[in-house]
Every structure is written in structure tokens, then in C-alpha cells.
């Protein structure tokens, strides 16, 4: 298992395959494993890196005042630890929001930018009411005792969701640390990168399932289409909010020639 060391926090990534590198960082209450639809398929083709963010997986745990542009500096040190330059960077759901801040404050480790049913921020993509219910229901998850924690996240499938994709999921949601959360949770819930998105240089796929609840392409993904001057839109039609699960071919369909037109 690679790892970096980062301020004495570890940041655990898989690794797999060869060619130009391809970077995944998931969303919440997931890690790494959540890309093994892609790590399996895209490996033929590219350098495919699938972390565990500080707080996740196999990685360290993260201070409660841990910041973006502190998740930002570790996807960074993992990018320059692979070492094969500037990287395809996917970010799904807040991964996509942790991949914005890494092209703030790193851009020449980006080659290019694939946004996936996320936000620039809660409170850059989504209404105020919207951030204080989603808000107010973390905290509700948050406040039960640790034997009954069970973090759940309504609305991030279309239709029924595939059964290995569910035990999958369990898994990980077993995983979940509820401090690191915690963390994640406030970061996600103020931060607004809408000053950002005219200033990205670098081409950017917007990849989003046509029918996300958490994340809906309307308004949310055509903010993104108006705002990044490079930027091309894809929906998978019939696709929630975990479109790399639901529908993995078209989706590694659509990441693979993405990637490979600007590789």
C-alpha cells in the first residue's frame, strides 16, 4: 500500500496500471474503495490512484480544525508522490470540492479537471435552506452514541441500487469515523469556490447522473458549465448522485476518452 506522510498525518493510495496518471478521490463516508469500477477497467490505459482521504480508509485521522486547502495540500503530496507529472484529477461528490482547492492552490499538478455530481461547496451550489437542513441533519447522525453510529446519505442512487454496490457501501459507512466527519462536514458545509471557477485554465469534464437529488444538474451543474470557460458537460441519463456505481461503463466510457483526448 503507497503512502505519504504529511504533516504526520498518513495519506494511504492505491496504485494500479500504466500511462498517464488518472487521480479519484471520493466522497464522503467513502474511500478508495468506492472506485474499484474504475480502478479495474481504466487501468489498462492509465496510472489509475484511488486515495483514502485524511480521516478515511487506511489514512490518518484529521485535528477538528483541519481546513479544504489542508485536504487540498495532502491530495497534492500523494499527486507529486507518484510522480508522472500533471495528473487527470476526478473528484466525486465533496471529493470534486477537495479537487477544485488542490487547482487553487496547485495547478501545475493538473493536467486536466473531471467534476463529478459535486459542488463548488455547499454554500456555493446550493441554497442557504438546503445547507441548514443537510447541516442540521449531520448533526442529528452525529449526536447518537458510537455504537449506534450509522452515517446514511439519502438520494445517492436513481433507482434500485446494484446489490454488491450496497454491501459496498455498508462497508465503508462501517468505516466511518465520526469525528473526522465531523470535520469533513463543517469544511463541506462553508466553504464556496464560486470565485474560483472562471480562473480554471485547464480542460474540465462536468460528469453528473441526470437524475442526482444531492447534487442536481439543474441548477448545480450548469452553474459549473457557465461559470468554467473550458468545461463540457456529459449526463448519464436514468443516474443518480453515484454515477461511477450505478452506470460504470458509460461513466468509464466517458472518463477514459475525456482523458485520453488531452492526455
Known sequence: MPAVRVDGIEVAYDRVGQGPPLVLAHGATTDARLFRPQTEDLADEFTVVAWDEPGAGRSSDVPLSFTLADYARCLAAVIEDVDLGPAHVLGLSWGGTVVLELYR???????????????????????????????????????????????????????????????????????????????ELTVMAEADQRDLLPKIGVPTLLLWGELDARSPVEPVAHQFLEAVPRATLVVLPGVGHLSNVEAPEPFNRTVREFCRAHS
Open 105 to 183: 492552490h496547485h495547478p501545475a499538478l493538473v493536467r486536466t479537471l473531471l467534476l463529478v455530481d459535486t459542488y463548488a461547496g455547499w454554500k456555493g451550489s446550493l441554497p442557504a435552506a438546503e445547507v441548514r437542513s443537510r447541516v442540521e441533519g449531520a448533526e442529528r447522525m452525529l449526536a447518537v452514541p458510537a455504537e449506534a453510529f450509522a452515517p446514511t446519505m439519502p438520494g445517492l442512487f436513481a433507482g434500485r441500487p446494484p446489490a454488491d454496490a450496497v454491501r459496498l457501501l455498508s462497508v465503508m459507512s462501517a468505516d466511518t469515523r465520526p469525528r473526522s466527519m465531523r470535520t
